[in-house]
T-cell receptor, first 118, second 109 residues
């Protein structure tokens, strides 16, 4: 079946570092990908919609200059957490749905990236 | 009011029990509905889509009530392996998938 790959799975780094997370659709093209964040014991919160070839659409309250999204190809979206601080520590997950696939079809999720900022 | 609301639980049930979860939503324009299962520290995995006519997959039955704006998930003959957090998800315009906070289920021997 369709697979979404996310890399890296774990990141531990110092405060102030910028961290890039990759999300790839392995066997389908995805015009749109989605980035979520999940804090412990809380739900998945949609951060932004990544659009191939154009600017990402951010949800209310998400700083676009803090969370840079690039979707340069139909199979790759990246999320960069700039100047990360301990409060950015969270579980980041991407998802994608194949281009042209109906809304009734579910999205496919990556394995997630656990980010820990010291 | 949150866009998607779920009872957080936890629901603690013995093996073999039947358990039901509800999820209410506020946006009547929502078009597609799903139940996902999420294990601790893992990504969500699709359990089943939810259709207006209701649908069943083995021990799992999902229902959609558009008039009252809720979806439900029924699990029969609970197994220990069913212990997880169950997320309802819905999407509408702009292709966005929004989740509820999740309901925790703990099945004990």
């Amino acid at each position: 079946g369709a697979v979404v790959s996310q890399h890296p799975s774990w990141v531990i780094c110092k405060s102030g570092t910028s961290v890039k997370i990759e999300c790839r659709s392995l066997d389908f093209q995805a015009t749109t990908m989605f980035w979520y964040r999940q804090f412990p014991k809380q739900s998945l919160m949609l951060m932004a919609t990544s659009n191939e070839g154009s600017k990402a659409t951010y949800e209310q309250g998400v700083e676009k200059d803090k969370f840079l999204i690039n979707h340069a190809s139909l199979t790759l979206s990246t999320l960069t957490v700039t100047s990360a601080h301990p409060e950015d520590s969270s579980f980041y997950i991407c998802s994608a749905r194949g281009t042209g696939v109906r809304l009734t079809q579910p999205q496919h999720f990556g394995d997630g990236t656990r980010l820990s900022i010291l | 009011r949150k866009e998607v609301e779920q009872d957080p639980g936890p629901f603690n049930v013995p093996e073999g029990a039947t358990v039901a979860f509800n999820c209410t939503y506020s946006n009547s324009a929502s078009q597609s509905f799903f139940w996902y299962r999420q294990d601790c520290r893992k990504e969500p995995k699709l359990l089943m889509s939810v259709y207006s006519s209701g649908n069943e997959d083995g021990r799992f039955t999902a229902q959609l009530n558009r008039a009252s704006q809720y979806i439900s998930l029924l699990i029969r003959d609970s197994k220990l392996s069913d212990s997880a957090t169950y997320l309802c998800g819905l999407s509408g315009g702009y292709n966005k998938l929004i989740f509820g906070a999740g309901t925790r289920l703990a099945v004990h021997p």
